[in-house]
């Protein structure tokens, strides 16, 4: 037998480009963050051909994940074709060879920079969303060490502060993307900066979420069916965007979540932020589209799960 | 370039992952490991411990296959991945000093990987993140007392995760599953 017979072909990377070691490290972890949804475990989050910052958490979560068999699509603010979503798709077919697609329904993982897709997920597939801070208390404690013990001691009687001053001051809750939310009735939880209107889509979904902040280092996850609440008064409510009375330029369609695109005369058109899902209503024939999130009326499809429906 | 390719150790250890991070994510939903028997629990050593991680197996054998990950063999109260083919009685009492992890680190915990046999004896109930609802597991080859042992370990956050393995059969039971029936 010679060495040439029992060990592998020479190769310029290893599959998914991170080596095994670091593999096993962020497999560890991943499996720490589902057992504790909402939960954000430290890892070491390796070099990347890529900066920190333009989705290395992420990046390193798909790398892991993928395998020859798997399907990927990737997103940036809803958009497949954004410089930044080609750049990661196509490093990540590079390195492991899986297929890519625009989409939602035939891919196994998803990641995302900043929106979760129209169409609902199913039960086996992954979203993996990149995250620029995945604490959520920073506004309120900078201090990573003492939230830490806050989030230990769920002592999260700050935030709630911040609501109530955010009411008094301007009549409305002012967080726009990243709206906190309560995981497992347990650990308050940053959901990356996805719109309000994407928030509810964790609730009880089908899905496997992983959430991954490669320059700060830590990652969470919310598995399937778990409870994850946006935090609100008993009698002021949480709110998604108001997408009422916006028109798709491309599609016609409503009650998605729109691009607004300002035009030279002061007004305003608007187009699905969700390009994949548009490229589905403008060819209809050519693709199944899957029930969405949001219905055609705006009705989110778990009833009586967004309180409030007179949107802000 | 080309892209590269799996070798057979990568593929195992990224096959083993999946059926672990699944099992987890659907707790008492049966996966598939590519091997069986002891080999499953080795494969898994394989895929999940290094040099970086502590673990503790009764079973000589397997503790002797285990190091060669480098991963250093720590008494029940430190180690982080503990290795039973099979749960005994005698293991019982040592297992409650298995760690917990702390409030401000809870991740810092025990996952236990577990012989078993699925599919007849006790008919638990599962509730808990990853299930719709509840779901129903069928388990026998576990000793007595483990069940309540299990529960006095949680206090949520704080508790071990386990795993389940009959052949290369495996279950997930996160510490999040509360558990009745036994």
């Not at chain 2, 005994?88 to 991740?107: E, K, Q, R, W």
Request: hydrophobic share 40%.
């Amino acid at each position: 037998m010679k060495l040439k017979q029992l060990a592998h072909a020479r190769q310029d990377y290893s599959y998914g480009f991170l080596d095994e070691f670091a593999k096993r490290e962020l497999r560890r972890r991943m499996l720490k963050a589902i057992a504790l949804p909402g939960y954000q475990v430290p890892y070491a989050s390796r070099e990347l051909p890529i900066a920190r910052g333009w989705g290395t958490g992420g990046l390193q979560v798909t790398l892991s994940l993928a395998g020859p068999r798997d399907t990927i699509k990737v997103i940036d603010q809803g958009a497949d074709d954004s410089v930044n979503a080609a750049n990661l798709r196509r490093f990540i077919a590079r390195m492991t060879g899986v297929e890519t697609t625009d989409d939602t329904l035939r891919a196994t993982i998803i990641q995302s920079r900043h929106r979760i897709p129209e169409e609902r997920l199913r039960e086996g597939q992954v979203l993996v969303l990149q995250v620029p801070d995945p604490e959520p208390l920073r506004h309120v404690q900078p201090d990573i060490a003492k939230a830490r013990a806050m989030h230990a001691d769920a002592d999260y009687a700050q935030v709630w502060l911040g609501l109530y001053e955010q009411l008094v001051r301007f009549g409305r809750f002012m967080n726009g993307a990243s709206y906190p939310v309560i995981v497992h009735n347990r650990y308050l939880m940053s959901p990356s900066p996805i719109p309000r209107w994407d928030t509810p889509d964790l609730h009880q979904a089908a899905h496997l979420t992983l959430l991954s902040a490669g320059r700060e280092k830590r990652l969470y996850a919310v598995p399937p069916y778990t409870d994850v609440r946006p935090v609100e008064f008993e009698d002021v409510f949480f709110a998604v965007e108001d997408q009422r009375g916006r028109i798709c330029m491309l599609s016609s369609a409503r009650n998605k979540f729109m691009d607004e695109l300002p035009q030279p005369d002061g007004s305003s058109r608007f187009r699905i932020s969700d390009t994949g899902y548009v490229a589905k209503l403008l060819k209809p024939d050519q693709a199944e589209r899957g029930a969405t999130y949001y219905d055609d009326d705006g009705r989110f499809y778990i009833e009586g799960f967004i309180k409030n429906n007179t949107a802000v | 370039m080309i892209a590269p390719t799996l070798t057979k150790d990568e593929a195992d250890a990224h096959s083993v992952f999946t059926a672990l991070m699944w099992a987890l994510g659907h707790p008492g939903c049966e996966q598939r490991l590519p091997t069986g028997g002891l080999r499953a629990f080795e494969a898994i050593g394989a895929a999940l411990i290094d040099l970086e991680t502590s673990f503790y197996t009764p079973d000589g054998a397997l503790a002797h296959a285990l190091a060669r990950t480098g991963a250093r063999l720590a008494p029940i109260d430190a180690a982080h991945y503990q290795f039973y083919p099979e749960l005994t009685v005698h293991d019982l009492d040592p297992l409650h000093a298995a760690p917990v992890g702390s409030y401000a680190y809870p991740d810092e915990s025990a996952s236990l990987l577990i012989g078993c046999r699925l599919g007849s004896g006790l008919n638990l109930t599962l509730r808990g993140p990853g299930i719709q609802g509840s779901s129903t597991l069928r388990i026998a080859g576990l000793p007595e007392g483990f069940w309540p042992l299990r529960k006095n370990a949680i206090r949520y956050p704080l508790g071990w995760d386990m795993w389940l393995i009959d052949g290369d059969r495996i279950v997930g039971l996160p510490r999040t599953t509360v558990i009745e029936g036994y």
